[in-house]
């Protein structure tokens, strides 16, 4: 069965402590694995999108990774303001399926 | 407008009520979604449209209904809905079926009483 899961739930910070975000994923015939970030009662903001094993994708502090298994999004030195949910999603198939998220603090 | 808009942005129903939400695309996209977003759980796919046509239905109940007028606009009507209903409501458009990016818009804030 398809599935994604995302680790930790729930992730503080304190401003400048660089962590990484995983996403573990099964999926028949992967198409793609996608990052976005989600602020509170807003939509989902796309930030990568990631289609082969040891593809790597960097913006400002966030740089995404990919393997067959998983994929971990790197947060170096974060801000305050990245404090949001992130959001994995791999698309197999016809099928694009959604993690739970990581809900990230990040305390000034 | 730019990107993917959704109209209202909060609303609260009565269960006996019937009331729609708009999705507009302004991406040239050919597919479009509607998803569901609960406190806590991932986002659950409700209803797919490529090229108009619905591709898929994830078992979602009659009280929740899509229309697909032409690939740049998508509703959902709703009707007798329960409280377990309420809820953030969010479209996406991709270009293509599934395995593209997919944009979102800023949802509906549904509350149910």
């Known amino acids: 069965e398809d599935q994604v899961t995302q680790s930790p739930e729930a992730l503080r910070l304190q401003e400048g402590e660089s962590s990484s975000l995983n996403c573990s994923y099964t999926v028949s015939g992967l198409r793609g694995l996608f990052w976005y970030r989600q602020d509170p009662g807003k939509g989902p903001e796309f930030l990568f999108t990631l289609y082969s094993a040891g593809e790597e994708k960097e913006k400002e502090r966030l740089k995404a990774t990919l393997t067959k298994k998983e994929s971990f999004l790197h947060i170096t030195a974060p801000k305050p303001e990245d404090s949001a949910t992130y959001l994995c999603?791999?698309?197999?198939?016809?099928?694009?399926?959604f993690g739970a998220g990581t809900r990230l603090f990040v305390k000034a | 407008e730019t990107g993917v808009t959704q109209t209202p942005r909060h609303l609260v129903m009565g269960m006996t009520n019937k009331k729609s939400l708009k999705c507009e695309q302004h991406?040239?996209?050919?597919?479009m979604y509607w998803y569901k977003q609960s406190a806590k759980k991932p986002l659950e796919l409700m209803f797919v449209y490529n090229f108009k046509e619905q591709t898929e239905n994830n078992s979602v109940p009659s009280r929740f209904s899509p229309e697909c007028p032409n690939s740049s606009h998508l509703f959902l009507h709703l009707h007798t809905l329960q409280p377990e209903d309420s809820a953030l409501y969010l479209c996406a458009s991709s270009q293509e079926v599934a395995q593209e990016t997919q944009y979102f818009g800023p949802g509906t804030r549904l509350l149910v009483l």
């Open positions: 999603a791999v698309s197999g198939g016809f099928k694009t399926i």
């Open positions: 991406l040239g996209h050919n597919a």
